[in-house]
């Protein structure tokens, strides 16, 4: 991962005042439009900038710069990003590396053009507000940790850290924006107290990679700035652990790269968040194309229940084309339609709506 240095300037009466970014909020990711001028005369591009704390270097997809430069380059070339307006913020020098993001749009079923890393804005303090839906920055720098609200960030990298108490065990955790459905991820479930034993049922679409994913709950309770978290589910991960959007989303998060520190400001001070069923397909899904092909599909969930199989093609999801299914939300409550091809069979099977995790652990 590259480390960026990147110079911005904000063209706004005075710089000390709050500046904020044009967002989209979609499924709890962050997207910021970024305008380009074209280099061959045309009209302007807009690139859409998936805004995450988890990553520590920027991309830009291929067919997303050759557009914006008329020029096409190789994947894994390192570029420089030049001039980029995102409303009263230019993005002056954003340094970036050429990789493919097709299957991050497909997963995503929303164009994702580029990352832009959490360090493009080292120089300013960056305010993520779930509740406002808002993405702030402002000259200045935190006051030194109080354990309270203000934290050390520092971490294995430049990247922001929290140190977590789960259960006994003191993790030092990712935040990590760019992971909306995932509560905590850890590194060998097993080791942890748990509710029941941990089982695969999910997946997790990475740059390069896909990963399984075991889930179970936590048997104990996580406090993190006065508010309390009763049994949150656990994800195990191979790589970085990290807190996801499930918990971040109950805090005004104010990040100081520069100082590494960050502040958790929650929406509601000292409220205990009841554990709830939790909900997923059971099934991984590889993103090909425009449409999803199951690579696992696990016992007693959704998917196997439904009769999905490994080496299906998911074509539409509740009616809507894989790469067009927009903001829609993913498993929950309510019954999901699965349009699938398979081989030169299209079927159209109803994934039903129970928890393949529910609050009471035997039920």
Not at 31 to 57: K, N, Q
Not at 66 to 80: L, N, P, Y
Not at 158 to 169: E, K, M, Q
Request: negative net charge; contains cysteine; glycine residues 10%.
């Amino acid at each position: 991962m590259l480390d960026l240095i990147l110079a911005l300037s904000l063209s706004a009466a005075a710089t000390s005042d709050p500046i904020e970014l044009p967002v989209t909020l979609c499924k709890g990711y962050w997207f910021v439009p970024v305008t380009y001028e074209s280099r061959t005369g045309g009209a302007p591009h807009v690139i859409e900038f998936l805004h995450d704390t988890g990553a520590g270097a920027s991309f830009i997809d291929p067919d997303a710069l050759e557009a914006m430069s008329g020029r096409r380059f190789d994947e894994g070339a390192r570029v420089t990003l030049t001039d980029g307006r995102a409303g009263a913020v230019t993005l002056n020098r954003l340094p970036a590396r050429v990789q493919e993001l097709d299957h991050l749009s497909t997963a995503m079923g929303r164009p994702v053009d580029a990352i832009l890393s959490v360090n493009a804005f080292e120089d300013f303090l960056q305010i993520i507000d779930y509740e406002a839906q808002t993405l702030t920055l402002q000259t200045g720098d935190l006051p030194r940790p109080d354990g309270e609200t203000v934290f050390s960030s520092r971490g294995e990298d430049r990247r922001p850290w929290l140190r977590v108490d789960l259960g006994g065990r003191h993790r030092r955790l990712l935040i990590d924006t760019g992971a909306p459905d995932v509560i905590l991820a850890v590194n060998h479930i097993d080791r942890f107290e748990l509710d029941r034993p941990a089982r695969p049922l999910t997946g997790a679409t990475r740059l390069t990679r896909l990963e399984t994913r075991a889930l179970s709950g936590l048997d104990a309770t996580v406090t993190l700035a006065g508010v309390t978290f009763e049994a949150p589910v656990l994800e195990e991960v191979p790589e970085a652990e990290l807190v996801g959007g499930e918990i971040l989303r109950h805090y005004r998060i104010t990040l100081d790269q520069r100082a590494r520190r960050v502040r958790l400001e929650p929406y509601a001070p000292g409220a205990v968040i009841a554990a709830e069923d939790h909900y997923e397909f059971g099934a991984v899904f590889e993103p090909e194309g425009e449409t999803l092909v199951v690579g696992a599909v696990f016992e007693d969930t959704p998917a196997s229940r439904a009769g999905v199989q490994v080496g299906d093609r998911v074509e539409a999801v509740n009616g809507r084309p894989v790469a067009e299914r927009g903001c829609e939300v993913g498993p929950g409550a309510e019954p999901v339609l699965f349009s699938i091809r398979r081989g030169g069979e299209r079927l159209e099977l109803m994934l039903d709506a129970l928890p393949v995790l529910p609050v009471t652990p035997d039920r």
